[in-house]
């Protein structure tokens, strides 16, 4: 089989040696042709799905997928799988377990007045006085709503379609969740139902003094409300791992702002050495003929 790898994003010096290792009787090509047949892609040069007729599925080297689902030339007709890597969900709980911790001890305000040289202790609470409302509750933020549980804290979720997952008060009335969150964590898909969904109108039903917490895309939050919710003193702290556009001007506020902590979309990073066997196990259903795992719903845009 000939497998085509596609990325202006990932280095192929990283991936390609994993897998030829364990895939050594399949061909790997970095130029698009009319024999390949399975094609791994992350932000692929533009022209590479119209030379790529007899494909038998594109296989996401990332977990999100929107950017593909909006490229005409990617195959309607063809599988497209997602990349769910226990790598990058590990990283990303170990990310939301940090800011949340970062935000319920008040490390983020002792940061500041260390900066005045100032001495305040602040009140101490309990675990089990926060509520961690998960906005998204497929594979990333099931495992960090699970990993958030085991720490003490209450925890709600909210998606789309109704999930059960274990300890955790899940439902599909946003209004409801948001309004029982001390802090909330944004890991939705990107979506035409999910766009700029963290706006005023959903900021303004959190209770005074929360944290806002985005790892998932920059096209979710409404920047000139959040800073409107944070001069305010509606939300007390934001962090920020994603941004639209990307990278952050440097002339941006969220630089600056005393009350924003800006990281540069590395929450969870693919990791080839966790992800290369999904990957083989992938080529190997198309090889037999089996349905991949990962699929994504068009229709549902994840």
Known sequence: MKVLFASTSEDPDHWLPGLQALLSEDE??????????????????????????????????????????A????????????????????????????????????????????AERRWRPLPQFLAGDRTVGVLGLGA???????????????????????????????????????????VIVCLLPLTEQTMGILNSEHLNLLPDGSCVINVARGGHMVEKDLLAALDSGKLSHAYLDVFEPEPLPPEHPFWTHPKVTVTPHIAALTEPRTSIPKIVANIERVRRGAKPEGLVDRSAGY
């Open 28 to 69: 790997f090509v970095q130029e698009p042709g009319p024999d390949v047949e399975v094609a791994l892609v992350a932000n692929p040069p533009p022209g590479t799905f119209e030379r790529l007729p007899n494909l038998k599925l594109v296989q996401s080297l990332w977990m999100g997928v929107e950017k593909l689902l």
């Open 71 to 114: 490229d005409p030339a990617v195959p309607a007709s063809v599988p497209l799988a997602r990349l769910i890597d226990p790598g990058m969900v590990a990283a990303m709980t170990e990310t939301v377990l940090a800011h949340v911790l970062d935000w319920h001890r008040h490390h983020f305000r002792y940061r500041a007045q260390q």
């Open 140 to 182: 990333l933020g099931a495992d960090a709503a699970q990993a958030l549980r085991a720490h003490g804290f209450r925890v709600v979720g909210w998606s789309r379609r109704k999930k059960n997952v274990v300890g955790v008060e899940s439902s599909t009335d946003l209004s409801e969740i948001l309004r029982k969150s001390s």
